[in-house]
């Protein structure tokens, strides 16, 4: 795992970009989002770069981590219609080829083992941005996922819907359920790129990169995968033990090794 402590959320959005960058100048590419704030500042920048630098998104097929159950894809909150609004409707992806859980779904089992058969038949995900929860959760992975899950309703906890309440009218209005990739699916993806940013991150942050891999965090599953990129700030940091050691090796970064 490589730890990259920034000075700024610009910064950790323009590295992001340029790991999408990359990744959609090769064929084919499968590329994985986010919802929630902190790929936000990503997404604004791959769409200046779109705008004006002739980055293209056209050959493209993307994936979402998670949905909300109930939620139709027209419900301003729905991670579809956030999608969109953030990244699709400014960029040259053809919306047909972004995907998601279904969450308004009859039957959710069978719609999570189409959404898993849908990435298989994609060859997989090149590269999947992830924020994280104050509880350590990727995706809607919460604490005790098991760590070799596959794309599954899941029941959220209380601290969640507090958290994502702020995109809603009240807490009320948080669905309890969602559809999310599991822990063994996004530990597929052959590129992980985790952002973090602000003091409230930070524990969660030192639990995922330095504490045991272990379910009570899921993201520190990033530490089982050969390549996991954390980009966070200095507030996100501020709890790594080895944070000296993350900025020296940041320092001496060979020139031919991108991230
Ligand atoms: C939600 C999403 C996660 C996201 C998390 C953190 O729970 N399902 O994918 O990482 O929120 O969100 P934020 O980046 O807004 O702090």
């Known amino acids: 795992m490589e730890v990259v402590i920034c000075t700024s959320a610009e910064e950790i959005g323009r590295h992001v970009a340029d790991v999408y960058e990359e990744a959609l100048r090769r064929p084919d590419p499968v590329i994985g989002l986010a919802t929630g704030s902190s790929p936000l ?20 097929t993307a994936f979402l981590l998670d949905e909300y159950v109930g939620l139709p894809a027209a419900h301003p909150e729905s991670y579809a ?16 080829r972004v995907h998601s859980p279904d969450g308004t779904a009859t039957d959710l089992p069978a719609e999570c083992a189409r959404y898993e058969a849908l990435i298989a038949r994609a060859g997989g995900i090149d590269v999947q941005l992830l924020g994280i929860g104050t509880d350590g959760h990727v995706g809607f992975n919460e604490p005790m996922s098991s760590l070799s899950s596959r794309t599954r309703p899941k029941t959220l ?78 507030a996100a940091a501020s709890h790594l033990d080895f944070a000296d050691y993350y900025r020296h090796a940041l320092a001496h970064k060979p020139k031919w090794q991108g991230f």
């Open 81 to 96: 219609a956030v999608i969109r609004r953030e990244l699709v409707d400014h960029v040259d992806l053809a919306p047909a």
């Open 41 to 60: 500042l990503a997404y604004q920048e791959l769409i200046r770069r779109h705008r004006e630098e002739g980055l293209s998104f056209a050959g493209a």
């Open 157 to 234: 906890t209380e601290q969640t819907r507090q958290d994502n309440a702020r995109f809603f009218g009240s807490v009320d209005d948080v669905p309890r359920h969602v559809l999310t990739q599991g822990l063994g699916t996004i530990g597929e993806a052959r590129h992980l790129v985790l952002v973090a940013t602000g003091e409230g991150k930070a524990e969660a942050v030192a639990a995922a990169v330095e504490g045991p891999l272990s379910a009570r965090c899921p993201a520190s599953v990033l530490q089982w995968h050969p390549h996991a990129t954390v980009f966070v700030d200095e």
